[in-house]
Every structure is written in structure tokens, then in C-alpha cells.
């Protein structure tokens, strides 16, 4: 009777990888594929707890991770009797050497739950601090988002609005009204003035003025994902500027500017 047990490492992926062993030999090499090492997580073919005797298993791969690349497959048979339940690997493919490897039910069923319950594992660290990061990245797209908006308020604040907004729009001062100034504040013909009043530990999501990418998108009017809405009330004297991280939710932070001394 042989015995299987297994080595764990991290594989080129960044993710651990089981490599079967038999007799304290990797199974791969004793096979005649030395090229070859264990299988990871995102092999669905590897072997599981109960194998099907009419489908082979991936048992090794190439050390990049893709079975595509190169690999070891065999039939991995559990023949059920009362007494002395045994698996058995047979019918390699893709090996130099085909013998039959003969462990016990228990040996063979606790190596898998063992690597299983790793993979497991991992994935679930995984998870969890791929959910830490886009928290952490959510929270700091809000800051900047209500950075952004700050500055908007700020220009909208400005003595010589009036007359920056017509040179920028091309209208005369008298011309000049709430919805131009919406428009101006999210032109961007003004992107220096909105950065300049950015701290700079709050400028790495960018802005953009289209409507790809992940950066900071300016709106007068349209709801758009990670945005800045300047909009008029009805009264056409008040900016009404909102800030978004998404098209469909309400904004989560907004300000009010009263023009009615300019305008």
C-alpha cells in the first residue's frame, strides 16, 4: 500500500499549490515529469474528495499554474467494499511512467480535506482583504469627491466670478447667469483652478472629462458614478452642488451657494 501526503508552497500565481506526494516521492517526478509541480485552487479539474471513475484528474501542472501549459491527468478509482476501502490512481496521461498507485480511503480522503481546507482558507483571506482595500479605496474616493466639491464652492465664492465666467464662456458679464456659472464650474477649461485648491494627498483619483475610466467625472445636469453636479434651483440664484458615487443613489454630500448678490 502506498501513502500519499502532500508539500505546500506559494506558486508563481500568488497562490498556494499543492503538490502530491507517494513514498515520500513527488508524484510528478515519479511519473518522469520533473517539469511539472502540485495544482492550485484554480484547477477545477483536481482531485476531490470523491472522484468519479470515469473522469480523469489533473494530478500536477506546469510551475506557471495553466494546465493548458503541461500537465498529469489519471483516473482516480475508489472501489467500495466492507472492509479495507481503498483509492487508486491509474491510466496517467501525459507521463513516461504508468504504474498503479494503491493508498487507503482514510490516507487519500484526508490529503484532500487537508488541501482543500487550505485552499479554502486562502481564498477566504483573499476575500477579505480584497473587500479591506475597495473600503479603504471607497472611503478615500468620498474624500476627494468632497475635496473637489469644497473647491467648487470656494470658485463659486470668488469676487470676480462674475467676470472669470464670461471670459471662459465667452458671453458678456451681463449675460452672465447661474446656469453659466454651473456650466463654468464644471468645465474643464478650469481643471488648474479646481486642482489648485485640492490638497495634493487628495488628487491620485484625477479628474476626467469623459465619461471612461475610474477618474472624477463633472456633470451640470447628468447623474454620473464618482461626480460633481452643479445644478441651479428653482429661483435660477442659488448653485446647488452634489457630490456622487454612483448614477443611481442619492448625492452623499451637498452644498448650497446663494448668488443672489451677483447676479
Request: aromatic share 8%; hydrophobic share 35%; charged share 30%.
Amino acid at each position: 500500500m502506498n501513502q500519499l501526503s502532500y508539500n505546500s508552497s506559494i506558486g508563481e500565481n500568488k497562490i498556494p499549490v499543492a503538490e502530491l506526494i507517494v513514498d515520500d516521492v513527488p508524484l510528478a517526478k515519479l511519473l518522469g515529469r520533473d517539469d511539472l509541480i502540485g495544482f492550485d485552487g484554480g484547477i477545477s479539474s483536481r482531485p476531490p474528495l470523491e472522484p468519479d471513475p470515469n473522469k480523469t484528474y489533473v494530478l500536477a501542472v506546469c510551475s506557471c499554474g495553466y494546465s493548458e501549459c503541461g500537465s498529469v491527468e489519471g483516473r482516480i478509482i475508489s472501489p467500495t467494499g466492507a472492509i479495507g476501502e481503498t483509492t487508486i490512481f491509474k491510466d496517467f496521461k501525459y507521463a513516461s511512467k504508468n504504474p498503479i498507485l494503491e493508498f487507503t480511503r482514510e490516507n487519500y480522503t484526508s490529503v484532500i480535506r487537508a488541501i482543500e481546507e487550505e485552499f479554502h482558507e486562502f481564498e477566504l483571506q483573499r476575500l477579505k482583504k480584497k473587500q479591506e482595500q475597495e473600503l479603504l479605496e471607497y472611503a478615500h474616493k468620498k474624500e476627494v469627491v468632497a475635496a473637489y466639491l469644497e473647491a467648487l464652492v470656494q470658485l463659486a465664492s470668488l469676487p470676480d466670478l462674475v467676470d472669470r465666467t464670461a471670459r471662459t464662456m465667452h458671453c458678456e458679464p451681463d449675460e452672465v447667469t447661474a446656469l453659466e456659472i454651473a456650466r463654468w464650474l464644471v468645465s474643464p477649461m478650469i481643471f488648474e483652478e479646481r486642482r489648485e485648491l485640492v490638497d495634493e494627498a487628495l488628487q491620485d483619483i484625477g479628474e476626467q472629462t469623459s465619461g471612461l475610466g475610474l477618474g472624477l467625472q463633472f456633470s451640470d445636469g447628468e447623474l454620473l458614478r464618482w461626480s460633481l453636479r452643479v445644478t441651479t434651483d428653482d429661483t435660477g440664484r442659488k448653485l446647488i452642488i452634489e457630490g456622487y458615487s454612483d448614477d443611481k443613489s442619492a448625492p452623499f454630500i451637498n452644498r448650497t451657494v446663494d448668488l443672489s448678490a451677483i447676479l
